[in-house]
């Protein structure tokens, strides 16, 4: 089977799954949520004469504040299932087999198989931000009107769009191979989004050496762009920092991809 049709078949599976589609989901509805929290509180705050009450009357600030957070934890979601869910057991009444085995069974080019499924990922994740990002940008500045002072430019919208597009892409794709290494997608999906949701352990782990800024989620933080007053001082600037998480990612997309390859079904 050629690639590009490996991919299709790939892309088609995938579509099928209701949790890729959650991931994206929870990308799109969960920044909705905090986009219009965010964009009335504005809003309110403008017209009670108190702006001073919240941190920034900007609607790029209120439409883009969930993308840290929300945004990648639908990019794991999307990178955990769509490997993940080859090594999870049918039913009892099916057999209790793993679809990797179908799968490899029609598809045996095992390295293009993995790669057709890697390059999946890329287009759910980017899809989810293409639709996610500007987005919640419009409907926060749809929300709050003129009501707000906005003090980002448009290249510098537009730049930290792309870098928070490239972060979550990269996350999808570091999900997609640590779950490879497991071969389950629990264990992964729990400790990806607990990183980057509830407590970041890599940040933690910053107050104990300052290594710790070149961990693939700390080195790419920056590329959201936020002002220096609202982040952790401290880390890799955007660039070098989208170096060296990309660096992470394809040292693990290769890694991953040489046991996929080696391992047993």
Not at 19 to 26: F, L, P, R
Request: charged share 10%; aromatic share 6%; glycine share 10%.
């Amino acid at each position: 089977m050629r690639i590009g049709n490996l991919f299709l078949a790939e892309l088609r599976k995938t579509a099928t799954l209701p949790a890729a589609w959650a991931g994206v989901a929870v990308a799109l509805l969960g920044s909705v949520a905090i986009t219009v929290l965010n964009a009335f509180t504005v809003r309110g705050a403008v017209a009670a004469g108190t702006p001073e009450m919240v941190a920034d009357t900007s609607a790029f600030e209120a439409g883009f504040t969930a993308m840290p957070i929300v945004g990648v934890v639908g990019a794991v979601v999307i990178g955990v299932t769509a490997i993940g869910s080859e090594y999870t057991a049918d039913r009892a009444e099916s057999g209790g087999a793993r679809q990797i085995s179908t799968t490899l069974a029609v598809a045996p080019q095992r390295l293009m198989l993995f790669t057709a499924k890697a390059a999946v990922v890329l287009c759910f994740v980017v899809l989810a931000a293409l639709v996610t990002i500007p987005g919640n940008i419009a409907l926060a500045q749809a929300i709050i009107g003129d009501a707000g002072t906005e003090t980002v430019t448009t290249a510098e919208a537009v730049n930290r769009s792309l870098g928070t597009a490239l972060y979550w892409a990269l996350m999808g794709l570091l999900a997609f191979s640590i779950t490879a290494l497991a071969r389950s997608g629990i264990i992964p999906l729990i400790v990806l989004i607990a990183n980057g949701s509830v407590v970041s352990f890599s940040l933690l782990l910053t107050k104990v050496t300052p290594l710790a800024h070149w961990l693939p989620d700390m080195a790419g933080r920056n590329l959201f762009g936020f002002p220096s007053e609202f982040v952790v001082q401290g880390g890799l600037d955007p660039v070098p920092g989208a170096i060296v998480m990309a660096g992470w990612t394809i040292a693990l997309l290769v890694v991953s991809g040489i046991v996929f390859h080696r391992r047993d079904a």
